[in-house]
């Protein structure tokens, strides 16, 4: 089932640019989907962007042994040093601090979400 914004987004996304208009053309029907958690989500964003994808993965895979379960408290918990360890570099590792502490002290509230423009 596709959300509600899904075809105006794929317009909009394709007649903005050129690329994504061919990908999108490529597989009619096709849509992306969450895991419904927002947190696990910007961290995956976050860790993902490296040099190639099988860095990233073998990042991630380390990331995802190290801060397990996966949730802010236990991010942030997590010491710098062994995050750096798993190949994150400072500017990573201070992002993820950062967005897990918002998610704790409730700055960041996923709740809030489906309400904001």
Known sequence: ??????EQACAELSK???????IIASYPGEL????GDAFYSLVRSIIGPQISVKAAESITQR?????S?????MLADTPADA???????????????S???HF???TVNPALFPHMT
């Open 83 to 97: 995050l750096r360890e798993a190949g994150l570099s400072r500017q990573k590792i201070s992002y993820l601090h």
């Open 69 to 73: 379960p996966l949730t802010p408290h």
């Open 104 to 106: 704790i002290d409730g």
């Open 99 to 101: 967005i897990a502490t």
């Open 32 to 35: 992306l989907s969450t895991r």
């Open 1 to 6: 089932m596709y959300p509600p914004y899904w």
């Open 16 to 22: 903005a640019d050129p690329i994504l208009a061919e």
């Open 63 to 67: 990331f995802m042994a190290l801060v």
